[in-house]
């Protein structure tokens, strides 16, 4: 472990409320559900210090754009502050991989400033379906690209600033190989993505 870290870098000690129990189902699909989940946890005198928004905290489940959905989730910032006036942390669910879609922001973004990886014709990768554990068609974003890197980490800022607990990094261990990433072969780059994705999280 110590020459584990010794490469990766040795974590600092997580807050003490991070040790505590992460109560989440898959999915919490309002504020409502959230919050009537918490009411009874303190009902009962369970002791939980998370609550975890699985995939549905955007406007369509899984079609993650950073974004709360402004029907479901209005007010995000308000009801975060409430929950964490009544002890929870709330952790947001996020992936590395972006929906092709017309609706996502942030496809639309990422994919004109060059900010996915790209397949053998110059275009956007999309997953196979040989790519297991992941959406097929989706859209990997390229964190070997200190510019995506940054667009994403401002994305992420923007919810802990508006009172996010903490953020869960899904998936990243399953990166195809045969894509193409703005400073690194995939075969190598396979390897190190989760790291970089981590780190800019």
């Known amino acids: 472990l110590r020459g584990y870290c010794t490469l990766t870098g040795f974590s600092k000690l997580p807050p003490l409320w991070s040790f505590g129990l992460w109560m989440s189902r898959n999915s919490y699909v309002t504020w409502e559900v959230a919050e009537e989940g918490g009411r009874e946890m303190r009902a009962h005198d369970i002791p939980c210090d998370v609550l975890h928004l699985d995939t549905a905290w955007f406007t369509e489940d899984w079609n993650c754009d950073l974004r709360f959905s402004k029907e479901r989730f209005p007010d995000p910032a308000g009801h975060l502050a409430t929950l964490k006036k009544q002890g929870f942390h709330v952790s947001l669910w996020q992936y590395n991989f972006i929906p092709p879609k017309e609706n ?98």
């Open 104 to 201: 996502n922001v942030n496809y639309k973004e990422a994919s004109e400033r060059g900010y996915l990886a790209k397949n053998s014709k110059g275009g956007v990768y999309c997953l196979p379906e040989t790519c297991r554990g992941s959406w097929v068609d989706d859209a990997v974003i390229d964190f070997s690209n200190p510019e995506a890197r940054e667009w994403y980490a401002r994305q992420i800022k923007e919810l802990m600033c508006m009172g996010a607990g903490a953020i869960k990094t899904d998936f990243g261990e399953g990166i195809p190989e045969d894509a193409y990433y703005h400073s690194m072969d995939g075969r190598f780059y396979h390897n190190l993505y989760p790291l970089s994705y981590n780190y800019t999280v």
